[in-house]
């Protein structure tokens, strides 16, 4: 007995067909569960030049081998698919429940595809699978909805689209728990292009383990030892908000639309004014962490604003005020909208005002207009039509291309790169377009000791972090623990009943990471995707830690070679044969 359920769910939702098969146990074996195993199915599945919001396109939500055990911070839901953002490979979690309810119902992966003919929701209870008529759903936000499937179907947990998903808005996301959500790349547009509203989960099983009480005996050290630990305590006591201060001393925290890395107004938004307004906490299931905040600010009441959106909605657009961060936040929750793609977009549009290029209504630190975007968005009225399509989009209709700061056509995180330059390799490199969950260099650089303005060691460092997140978000373990690879193979070994080691463990990470970049290189990526938007190489920083700071192209270059060449690919990207098949990966054919 391991702790896999054994069994993935397949639902075309254009015949109303339902499967239960069997899980590849080879592929579980090589990509382990959650980011890594549902990129091999949907690799298997899915033609790479697939159009992302046609029925052809799969979305899978992954549990991972650890899902509905004890283990820690093992709460979250990967969603895969292929982007309608960026035309890449993407994988996106969603905290809460949805993982555990999923796998007590006897799956390790829902895998979705076609197109229902009209709104529908899917209800699965155990081995009873049904499409519900949700037409009355439809046009309807987020938080009424789960409200109306758990009042009709009782404590199951739902993960929903609103109108933004509804709209096929490229930013669009998944929700759950009215604030959780899997926010980046467009997996809310893939559930409303195939009129899917929600799915509904509710399971009564059980997962074991060979030894139970070696495993409970493991489980209850680590966490004593490596959970509830002072390293990890400020997801208790702060949560990601105490990221602003951070990120002001560092120089890094973006500030109206990334042309600084201070903000004169960052009390406002920092964790302090978080904390303030916190009303209670929340975490993810069987997480003691517990790392979310539930804030009550003028009347508005959100879980968050999380670091990424005080960051992108917050200072990003000029916005120092701790209530607009928060309606804003709830705004785009309730609609289905990825905060950090709307907050930059809304701050791309407000420096083309600012420079006179072109007037899309928005000011920097106007809140009025500001709080209009998620609407204007979601359901893509008048301006809102090119809002919703994001900042690579209005940059190529308006101009101002080089301070458009995408990757990909996917919007910059939170973290400043011209102030901590292995952060501009990893957005540059990052399987889904600019990301800070695949490799996060800032934490050893503009939060640590490295130097952050040198790409020495740089390319070694992200590569590491890739294939580390890659293991933890197929395992799925939260991010937010500070595992160490080691603690992570010894309670895997434990749960799947065979020995694994740290080193299996990034072996496993670098076959998963080539397996994404095999379908982005069928997808057409190459070096000149692998890169970043000119102000990051032509405009110094202002003010801050950071200031005079810019970075330098041909230093980027070098690092970006020296990436490729430590990963066996060759200067174009593209993994090589003799890497490919080391890796096992020889067969692969993608799309079947
Ligand atoms: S640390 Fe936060 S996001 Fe991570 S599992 Fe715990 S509650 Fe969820």
């Known amino acids: 007995m391991d702790s896999y359920a054994g069994y993935v769910l397949r639902v075309n939702l254009t015949t109303k067909e339902v499967k239960r098969e069997p899980l590849r146990r080879d592929w579980a074996r090589d990509f382990i569960g959650g980011k890594g195993l549902g990129y091999r199915y949907l690799c298997e599945d899915v033609d790479p030049l697939v159009d992302p919001l046609?029925?052809?396109?799969?979305?899978?939500?992954?549990?991972?081998?650890?899902?509905?055990?004890?283990?820690?911070?093992?709460?979250?839901?990967?969603?895969?698919?292929?982007?309608?953002?960026?035309?890449?490979?993407?994988?996106?979690?969603?905290?809460?429940?949805?993982?555990?309810?999923?796998?007590?119902?006897?799956?390790?992966?829902?895998?979705?595809?076609?197109?229902?003919?009209?709104?529908?929701?899917?209800?699965?209870?155990d081995d009873d699978v049904s499409f519900v008529d949700a037409k009355g759903l439809w046009g309807k936000g987020c938080h009424e909805t789960e409200e109306a499937i758990r009042s009709s179907e009782g404590p199951f947990t739902v993960a929903c689209i609103g109108p933004g998903g509804e709209n096929l808005v490229p930013m669009a996301c998944i929700t759950s728990e009215f604030y959780r959500q899997a926010g980046r790349g467009g997996v809310g547009a893939v559930m409303g292009s195939k009129n899917l509203k929600a799915i509904a989960v509710s399971g009564t099983g059980y997962i074991g383990v060979d030894d139970m009480p070696g495993f409970l005996d493991l489980v209850y050290r680590k966490m004593k030892e490596e959970t509830l630990t002072d390293a990890n305590l400020w997801a208790y006591t702060d949560g990601t908000s105490v990221l602003v201060e951070a990120s002001q001393a560092a120089g890094i925290l973006p500030t109206r639309n990334f042309q600084d890395g201070t903000f004169e107004g960052f009390e406002g938004i920092s964790a302090r004014a978080v904390k303030g307004a916190r009303v209670h906490k929340k975490a993810c299931f069987g997480c003691p962490l517990g790392c979310g905040n539930y804030i009550s600010s003028k009347g508005v009441f959100v879980e968050g604003p999380e670091y990424e959106t005080l960051a992108l909605a917050g200072s990003n657009c000029g916005i120092g005020d701790l209530s607009a961060v928060a309606r804003f936040n709830a705004l785009c929750d309730d609609l289905g909208i990825d905060t950090i793609s709307a907050g930059n977009t809304a701050a791309f549009a407000m420096e083309l005002a600012q420079r006179g290029i072109a007037d899309l209504g928005l000011r920097f630190g106007e809140v009025d207009s500001y709080l209009e975007v998620p609407s204007l968005i979601a359901y893509r009225k008048g301006i809102g039509e090119d809002l919703a399509l994001g900042v690579r989009h209005l940059s190529s209709k308006y101009g101002g291309r080089?301070?458009?700061?995408?990757?990909?056509?996917?919007?910059?995180?939170?973290?400043?790169?011209?102030?901590?330059?292995?952060?501009?390799?990893?957005?540059?490199?990052?399987?889904?377009?600019?990301?800070?969950?695949?490799?996060?260099?800032?934490?050893?650089?503009?939060?640590?000791?490295?130097?952050?303005?040198?790409?020495?060691?740089?390319?070694?460092?992200?590569?590491?972090?890739?294939?580390?997140?890659?293991?933890?978000?197929?395992?799925?373990?939260?991010?937010?623990?500070?595992?160490?690879?080691?603690?992570?193979a010894e309670i895997l070994s434990k749960a799947l009943s065979r020995e694994m080691s740290a080193d299996d463990l990034i072996l496993t990470g670098e076959r998963i990471w080539n397996l994404g970049r095999l379908f982005n290189?069928?997808?057409?990526?190459?070096?000149?995707?692998?890169?970043?938007?000119?102000?990051?190489?032509?405009?110094?920083?202002?003010?801050?830690?950071?200031?005079?700071?810019?970075?330098?192209?041909?230093?980027?270059?070098?690092?970006?070679?020296?990436?490729?060449?430590?990963?066996?690919?060759?200067?174009?990207?593209?993994?090589?044969?003799?890497?490919v098949e080391s890796l096992g990966l020889g067969e692969l054919r993608l799309g079947g």
């Open 54 to 125: 046609s029925p052809a396109n799969e979305i899978i939500f992954m549990t991972g081998p650890l899902s509905a055990t004890l283990v820690p911070c093992t709460g979250k839901c990967e969603v895969i698919t292929k982007s309608p953002a960026t035309g890449t490979i993407l994988n996106c979690a969603i905290g809460g429940s949805l993982a555990n309810q999923l796998k007590f119902a006897g799956y390790d992966a829902l895998i979705i595809t076609g197109k229902a003919p009209s709104p529908v929701y899917l209800r699965i209870k």
């Open 402 to 488: 080089k301070f458009a700061m995408e990757v990909k056509g996917l919007e910059f995180p939170g973290y400043e790169p011209r102030g901590s330059w292995g952060m501009s390799l990893a957005y540059a490199t990052s399987d889904r377009g600019a990301c800070h969950m695949r490799a996060w260099p800032v934490a050893d650089e503009a939060y640590g000791s490295l130097d952050p303005f040198t790409f020495e060691g740089k390319a070694q460092l992200v590569i590491d972090g890739q294939h580390r997140n890659a293991v933890k978000f197929s395992s799925i373990v939260c991010d937010f623990w500070a595992i160490s690879l080691e603690s992570l």
């Open 521 to 579: 290189v069928a997808c057409g990526m190459r070096r000149k995707d692998d890169t970043g938007p000119d102000r990051i190489f032509e405009e110094p920083l202002k003010t801050g830690s950071a200031a005079s700071r810019m970075i330098p192209r041909e230093g980027f270059e070098a690092a970006l070679s020296e990436y490729y060449r430590l990963r066996g690919w060759d200067e174009d990207g593209v993994p090589t044969r003799e890497k």
